[in-house]
């Protein structure tokens, strides 16, 4: 694992091949400034189920974005010059040669769509994050939840003829659902709705406000009132 600050913010690198996770931790580590040789380190704990493969000499990052010309390939907006990003390291489909390409993330985004990957790289990180604990959090609860990171927003049904991915009945025009979307090969695809009453059984939580929120911005505040209400009868 290497740290190289730019400016006061710090460029994570995790050069671990392989790590085995069961909970999200922090890694016993000594903080360091400058760049310093890559050194190994050790989780506290385990995080459950979870095998991450990392054989890239360019691992996961988080910095500040030098334009403003990336977006989101969680959410497809536009990464600010100068905001904190996430920068996930994949295989580049294009490379003749195997190598690799990064897709780039609001930070609050990776967090709620990417959460294994997000949680090898935050041990790394020396400098203020802001948010740090709440995204920290939201990642882990992508990890324990499979379904929970599908979350793309929510909204009410334009009209009456979807139906929910998990009880499969129809759901009713104006009536409150939250937008689900896979991750497949890099991308981000549409992948349906739930009522928000199923969001317990199918999501396995009902702790979904943030990400709805994150995603669906323009929510009011007495949208997402209405929305808790409906996720917590």
């Not at 780039?104 to 997000?118: D, G, I, K, L, Y």
């Not at 790394?124 to 920290?136: G, K, V, Y």
Request: aromatic content about 6%; some cysteine.
């Amino acid at each position: 694992m290497a740290h190289d600050s730019h400016g006061g913010v710090v460029t994570a690198v995790v050069a671990e091949t392989r790590v085995v996770v069961e909970t999200a931790v922090a890694a016993e580590e000594t903080p360091v400034t400058g760049v310093v040789t890559p050194v190994a380190f050790r989780l506290r704990r385990p995080l459950t189920s979870l095998i991450v493969s990392l054989g890239s000499p360019m691992p996961h990052l988080i910095e500040s974005a030098k334009t403003g010309r990336a977006k989101c390939r969680a959410c497809g907006k536009p990464i600010a010059a100068g905001a904190l990003r996430f920068g996930e390291r994949v295989p580049n489909p294009f490379a003749d040669d195997g190598g690799e390409t990064t897709h780039w993330f609001h930070v609050p985004c990776a967090a709620f769509t990417r959460p294994e990957a997000f949680l090898l790289t935050l041990p790394s990180i020396t400098d203020p994050l802001p948010d740090r604990e709440h995204l920290e959090q939201a990642a882990q609860a992508g990890v324990a939840h499979r379904r929970l990171p599908r979350v793309a927003g929510a909204g009410r049904a334009s009209s009456g003829r979807a139906v929910c991915r998990h009880c499969k009945e129809t759901i009713a025009k104006d009536n409150w659902r939250i937008a689900l979307a896979y991750y497949e090969e890099g991308r981000f695809a549409p992948s349906g709705f739930i009522h928000l009453g199923c969001a317990r059984e199918y999501l396995e939580t009902t702790d979904v406000l943030d990400r709805v929120r994150n995603f669906s911005p323009d929510l009011t505040d007495a949208d997402a009132e209405e929305i808790l209400r409906e996720l917590q009868p």
